[in-house]
């Protein structure tokens, strides 16, 4: 009998969401046996058929049925038919609010058998701690005059004292695990009220960490810098925008956006904290076993090491990696596509090869 049961939701969704979440859970399933622990899954069939059916991506009680739960493992959602802002209004964003997920972090590296796309070819391994649920992406706003010549929009955003400094705080107290630098991302020469006041606030924190180095760098430059030398940074501290865009350009330079993990932390574990692959449904892949399902793998390891399962993390990754070394790759990343003959196909729901 386990002794330690970790309560798990699974929201596998849509696309390749179906074939790397049933074959993620797999290997983690393995390494809690080993580790003699349990992971009780509970399945939710959410997403874009969830939407079709009954115009909402989850139940109206959705947030509710997630909140029983110690950690969500999500896999993708979204649908060409389906507009993108349902997908991240109608379920994203709530579950990142109403769970007060306030980092989103995002772990960059080069991994063994993937040729980075680096300037120089130093190794890559970096943090991106990006704050989740304030800053640009507010809801405050709206259009004005519609139709008229004086057609226009508003959008503000929105950075709170406390928003800035547990943001900061997370990534400074990363950095002490860590080679001990933060690198913070503005932009207060030209945003000119929510910038200054991101950069006190930051400033602030770190005088209560005096072994982190901060430095401050102007959010264009920082995206060139991440180009030119992505090995020089440790861990980037940023805002909900500015991190989503420097997340996804570091993802590119390490490889393949097929093996990048993300985790959508609620850090003093209040709420259910969720982790989910960078990637999204993959349309033009989906169904052909042709999907990378490191991410999402990756995105489970993280998960583990939240739940407080640090030796069965490192476990996962050590797989992953070992793998990679002997030249196990899906197409993303170098290997060879599957026999057509043998059409493999995930099915849906049942974890399964057909
Ligand atoms: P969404 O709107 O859900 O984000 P998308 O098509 O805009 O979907 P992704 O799903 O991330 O964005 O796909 C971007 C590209 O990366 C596609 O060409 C896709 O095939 C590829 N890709 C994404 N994930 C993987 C993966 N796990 N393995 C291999 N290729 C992937
Ligand atoms: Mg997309």
Redesign the pocket.
Known sequence: MSSRRHSIAVIAGD??GQE?VPAALQTLRLVAERHDFALDEREYDWGSDHYRAHGRMMPVDGIEQLARHDAIFFG???APDIP?VETLWGLLIPMRREFDQYINLRPVRTLPGIPARVVGGDDIDLVIVRENVEGEYSSVGGRLYPGTPYAAAVQEAFFSHRGVTRAAEYAATLAESRRRRVTSATKSNGIIHTMPFWDEVVAEVMQRHPDVTLEKVLIDALAAKLVLAPASFDVIVASNLFGDILSDLAGALAG???VAPSANLNPERRHPSMFE?V???????AGQG????I?QLWAGAMMLEHLGEQAAADEVVAAFEGCLRDGIA?P?IGGRPPRRSSRTRWRRGSGSWA
């Open positions: 696309g390749i790397v993708a959602v979204g993108d393949s956006i097929g692959p990637h999204g449904s993959a349309p033009d892949i042709l999907a990378d399902p991410g899906t993303d």
